[in-house]
């Protein structure tokens, strides 16, 4: 699927969460950063997703739908390594 730009989390999705935290003012370096890292570990975990979705189901049964259990699954997994 073809995006506008590069991200596919939004700068202001990044300042939100940082001024959720608790922050009174952020940087728009630190939301780019904030919203690099999230992307990255997202993808991680997308990734990993893919193989338990994988192993859970024969190839040729056409079963390609990444669910909730998948993502919860592959953070778990993740987050035991520390990501």
Not at 7 to 19: E, F, N, R, T, V
Not at 61 to 70: A, E, F
């Amino acid at each position: 699927m073809p995006w506008k730009d590069e991200h596919s989390i939004s700068l202001k999705a990044a300042y939100d969460i940082i001024k959720r935290a608790g922050a009174e003012r952020v940087s728009d370096s630190a939301a780019a950063t904030l919203r690099d890292i999230l992307e990255q570990i997202g993808k991680r975990i997308s990734e990993e997703a893919i193989i338990i979705r994988s192993a859970e189901h024969n190839p040729y049964q056409g079963k390609k739908t990444i669910k909730s259990r998948h993502i919860e699954a592959a953070y778990k997994l993740l987050k035991r390594r520390e990501i």
